[in-house]
């Protein structure tokens, strides 16, 4: 156990790279933006982008928007923003299931 852990009494390390949904705290403005996305994607709006500042929650409200969805929806969690046509297609295959050729053309891999 490394020392700050047991310095303040905690069982494990407050924070890491991936954000965890257990420690998700409802502040108003995350609440209202969580709700905002509930009812944008339960009334068919298609695609919804978030941005802001690093450090202000995206990550962690997109996970807690995944944990709370369920059937009907398809859920593809691409969190590099700077992806091209191309990778972006190939991020979606892969996080679909999608067995494709990475030089698969657009119309071919939606057909999939």
């Given at each position: 156990?490394?020392?700050?852990?047991?310095?303040?009494?905690?069982?494990?390390?407050?924070?890491?790279?991936?954000p965890d949904t257990g420690y998700y705290f409802g502040h108003n403005a995350h609440q209202e933006a969580l709700n905002m996305l509930l009812v944008a994607l339960r009334s068919g709006e298609g695609f919804i982008k978030v941005t802001g500042e690093v450090g202000t929650g995206k990550t962690l409200l997109c996970r807690k928007l995944i944990n709370q969805l369920g059937e009907p929806f398809t859920i593809a969690f691409i969190p590099n923003p700077m992806l091209n046509a191309n990778g972006l297609r190939a991020a979606l295959a892969d996080e679909l299931g999608i067995d494709a050729p990475r030089n698969l053309g657009q119309h071919r891999l939606l057909a999939k």
């Open positions: 156990m490394a020392l700050y852990l047991r310095h303040f009494g905690l069982n494990e390390a407050p924070f890491s790279l991936t």
